[in-house]
């Protein structure tokens, strides 16, 4: 005889009451099976990623190659101000030395110094003169006398050379350094040495 719901052709004992109730008691004790979702797996492992490469950097050549940065232009050099030129003694001025008016403040005596001697003892006179206040100085070479070639033969013998500072001290208050110290210069007058002396009148401190 069939099961109810079997295949057909199979035999089975019909299912007592109490078998039933047993089964359907088991079926509600029992909770559904949950169906576990299948993992999708990758169809092949997946390969590491490959490292990310660095930049190259600039070759040994290329550095060599690049230019410098360029410097910021030197500031211009500020323009110097030109010497001031030496003035001229006027007669008055002249008169007023030679008589005494005007008073002569200190001397400076070169007679027996070499030339360079005598030029940095000059130099350091006339700065000396200026911040004690001097006005007016004298400066005195001496004459000298004789020719060209008693002067050579002066310095072949290691002795001063005759007027030679006489010629020498016009030229050094022209240069740049003294203009900055004197206003003007003349020959002094005979009561002063005449053609072996200067008169030599000093700019005050805060004008140079």
Do not use: C
């Not at 400076?108 to 940095?120: E, K, N, S, T």
């Not at 100085?137 to 005759?162: M, N, Y």
């Not at 010629?167 to 050094?172: G, L, S």
């Not at 007058?189 to 805060?206: E, N, P, T």
């Amino acid at each position: 005889m069939s099961r109810e719901g079997g295949k057909p052709g199979t035999t089975s004992r019909h299912i007592t009451p109490d078998e039933a109730e047993l089964w359907s008691r088991t079926t509600v004790s029992v909770g559904k099976v949950k169906v576990k979702p299948r993992v999708a797996t990758h169809a092949a492992e997946s390969a590491p990623a490959a490292p990310q490469s660095a930049k190259p950097g600039p070759s040994r050549a290329g550095r060599q190659a690049a230019a410098p940065p360029e410097l910021p232009p030197r500031p211009a050099a500020k323009p110097q101000p030109a010497a001031r030129p030496v003035a001229e003694f006027d007669r008055r001025s002249l008169r007023k030395v030679s008589t005494g008016k005007v008073a002569i403040d200190a001397t400076l005596d070169l007679h027996g110094l070499q030339r360079d001697d005598a030029h940095a003892r000059l130099r350091a006179f006339l700065r000396n003169s200026q911040a004690q206040g001097h006005r007016m100085v004298l400066i005195i070479t001496g004459k000298g006398g004789g020719a060209e070639s008693d002067d050579h033969f002066s310095r072949t013998l290691g002795h001063p050379e005759r007027g030679i500072l006489r010629r020498k001290v016009p030229q050094w208050l022209e240069e740049a350094e003294l203009r900055a110290l004197v206003i003007r210069y003349t020959t002094a007058s005979r009561s002063h040495g005449g053609s072996g002396a200067f008169y030599v009148q000093l700019r005050k401190a805060r004008d140079t």
